[in-house]
């Protein structure tokens, strides 16, 4: 799958953002969730002594933390091949069984989809 041909414009932005946290911040994911409204929220990986999290719950974290009601779709960059169970639930508490989570390589190429 390529991110050219497979994703939709909206999907496509999602992943550019992930990217951005990424490089922006130095971190191993970057992540961005896509509400309802059509709203983004963008992520990096917190790693504080006392407090660590995903960038995926991190932006799921944001999102509901800014009034969002549900999510449409969420993207992680990373070099990981597959996302973290807490990771997945979190964007299915929000966003239910149809939200799209995409996965894509530190390049933005789509590695894998689900929902």
């Known amino acids: 799958m390529t991110e050219s041909t497979e994703l939709a414009p909206e ?11 990424r490089a ?3 971190v191993a994911e970057g992540a961005a969730v ?13 790693e504080l002594p006392s407090l660590k999290l995903s960038a995926l719950r ?18 992680v960059v990373s070099e990981a091949a597959v996302l973290a169970e807490a990771d ?10 149809g939200a799209a989570i995409l996965l894509a390589s530190p390049a933005g190429t789509l590695t894998s989809r689900t929902g």
């Open 11 to 21: 999907d496509r932005k999602i992943i550019t953002l992930a990217r951005s946290a």
């Open 24 to 26: 922006r911040n130095g």
């Open 34 to 46: 896509r509400d309802e409204t059509g709203r983004t929220y963008v992520a990096a990986t917190v």
């Open 58 to 75: 991190t932006a799921v974290a944001m999102a509901v933390a800014s009034g969002a009601e549900s999510l449409e779709a969420a993207a």
């Open 88 to 97: 997945v639930a979190a964007v299915r508490d929000l966003g239910g069984p």
